[in-house]
């Protein structure tokens, strides 16, 4: 398991999550995005491309090895420095208050300690920082989440701990984040995959 998580899993994601579809999801979350930035999750950088032309610094916290090293030419093409600073999002090496803003993207599904790491986004944006996220979670239609509570034990086998029936709008809310903007709708896909999430909120210091 171990080897397919480390070596084959970061290129299934990479494909699967570099859809153009989904790349426009990716331009509409990042926008607004500027200064220093810390993003949980970066993966092979497929948010690279959206980063508005204000995005100064990237601080990249991603556990995967393979995915890091996909991630390489996306950096190469991208203007913005990048900096790989950490694996895990529960525990992220950096001062408090030293971001202006943070992103996460389909990443909230999976971090096991998601709370301790929405706390630690929040300790290293500045006061009105913002956390912009694009995350996928529990329908509010009962069939679709009566669904997605029998996946979800193969979905989190199959894609590292990926839970199908978190509310990411809820998480944030709760680690003390304040909702500014919150969209939430079915993407292209099949329904238990495609219930999509995408909204800014405000550390109020």
């Given at each position: 398991m171990s080897l397919y998580r480390e070596r084959v899993l970061p290129h299934l994601i990479d494909r699967a999550c570099g859809t153009a579809d989904l790349r426009r999801?990716?331009?509409?979350?990042?926008?607004?995005?500027?200064?220093t930035v810390v993003e949980i999750g970066f993966g092979s950088g497929l948010n690279m491309a959206a980063y508005p032309a204000a995005v100064q610094r990237v601080f990249a916290?991603?556990?995967?090895?393979?995915?890091?090293?996909?991630?390489?030419?996306?950096?190469?093409?991208?203007?913005?420095?990048?900096?790989?600073?950490?694996?895990?999002?529960?525990?992220?090496?950096?001062?408090?208050a030293s971001c202006d803003g943070a992103l996460s993207t389909f990443t909230l599904c999976t971090i096991p300690g998601v709370e301790q790491a929405l706390a630690e986004v929040r300790r290293v944006l500045k006061p009105?920082?913002?956390?912009?996220?694009?995350?996928?979670?529990?329908?509010?239609?009962?069939?679709?989440?009566?669904?997605?509570?029998?996946?979800?034990?193969m979905q989190k086998r199959l894609a590292d701990g990926c839970?199908?029936?978190?509310?990411?709008?809820?998480?944030?809310?709760?680690?003390?984040?304040?909702?500014?903007?919150?969209?939430?709708?079915?993407?292209?896909?099949?329904?238990?995959?495609?219930?999509?999430t995408e909204g800014v909120a405000v550390n109020p210091g």
């Open positions: 999801w990716r331009v509409q979350v990042a926008d607004g995005l500027a200064g916290v991603e556990p995967a090895e393979v995915a890091r090293r996909l991630a390489q030419r996306r950096i190469d093409d991208s203007p913005i420095q990048v900096e790989h600073i950490g694996l895990r999002g529960e525990s992220i090496p950096l001062d408090d009105g920082g913002r956390l912009h996220f694009l995350e996928h979670g529990r329908s509010p239609d009962a069939t679709v989440a009566k669904w997605q509570h029998r996946i979800e034990p839970h199908l029936t978190r509310d990411p709008a809820a998480l944030v809310e709760a680690a003390g984040f304040r909702l500014e903007r919150v969209e939430s709708r079915y993407a292209k896909g099949p329904k238990p995959w495609s219930w999509f």
